[in-house]
């Protein structure tokens, strides 16, 4: 979506870490969210954050908000050949959620 | 269980034909979503009904009508079917699109392809 941006690629090695950048326009968003889409799969919800937080930890995963430069990046310790994906940033405007054009992370042996 | 379940996966059909897509929930959520991602993974919703009502239209042409018998169903069909309509569409739902916690479960998709 033209309000969300996200770069396109990513190429990891297994076992590095994967950090995907997003950023929005809307500074009245009040949770932001990331997705994952596996092949042929839908979209799966993996974390979100509030727009009052700047961190939130949950396993492997770290999200990193900085609310005044309307910055969002989701990190993935130790990333695995199972987290090769797409991963959608989002934010919701009212009752709908405008998506990121998705990044795609290849995790390579 | 499949909380958000699409029929069919997958749809292949001629160009000037209408089709339909099934989406049904089992979470006893009271909104439903129609979302269209396009060849380059583009994800933009379409439509949402809450408790069988029209609560989002977005610019979608009129071929495309939704129609919800109940709120566990969301159904698509789409009229004259034209070659940029293909794409993977997706169902989702959620319990309340006002609450900021509002958290929004995806259906499988389904890839329709028009030739």
């Known amino acids: 979506g033209e309000d969300v941006e996200q770069s396109l690629f990513l190429s990891v090695r297994e076992g590095d870490s994967s950090v995907i950048n997003c950023t929005y326009t809307?500074?009245?968003?009040?949770?932001l969210y990331w997705y994952k889409q596996e092949p042929g799969a839908g979209l799966q919800l993996l974390t979100y954050?509030?727009?009052?937080?700047d961190m939130k930890q949950d396993q492997r995963l770290t999200v990193l908000l900085n609310k005044k430069d309307k910055h969002l990046s989701l990190r993935i310790a130790d990333t695995q050949t199972g987290d090769s994906a797409i991963y959608f940033c989002?934010?919701?405007?009212?009752?709908?959620?405008?998506f990121g054009a998705g990044t795609t992370v290849t995790v390579r042996a | 269980d499949t909380a958000v379940s699409q029929t069919p996966k997958y749809l292949v059909t001629q160009m000037g034909n209408d089709k339909s897509i099934k989406c049904e929930q089992n979470?006893?959520?009271?909104?439903m979503y129609w979302y269209k991602q396009d060849s380059k993974k583009f994800l933009k919703i379409m439509f949402s009904?809450?408790?069988?009502?029209?609560?989002i239209n977005e610019t979608v042409p009129n071929r495309f009508s939704p129609k919800s018998p109940d709120k566990a169903h969301l159904n698509l069909h789409i009229n004259s079917l034209e070659l940029g309509d293909s794409a993977v569409y997706f169902c989702?739902?959620?319990?309340?699109?006002?609450?900021?916690?509002?958290?929004?479960?995806f259906g499988p998709g389904t890839r329709l392809t028009v030739l």
């Open positions: 989702a739902s959620s319990l309340n699109p006002g609450l900021n916690t509002d958290t929004q479960y």
């Open positions: 809307d500074s009245s968003s009040t949770y």
């Open positions: 954050i509030f727009s009052n937080m």
């Open positions: 989002a934010e919701k405007n009212d009752y709908k959620l405008s």
């Open positions: 979470l006893g959520h009271d909104t």
């Open positions: 009904y809450n408790n069988k009502e029209l609560i």
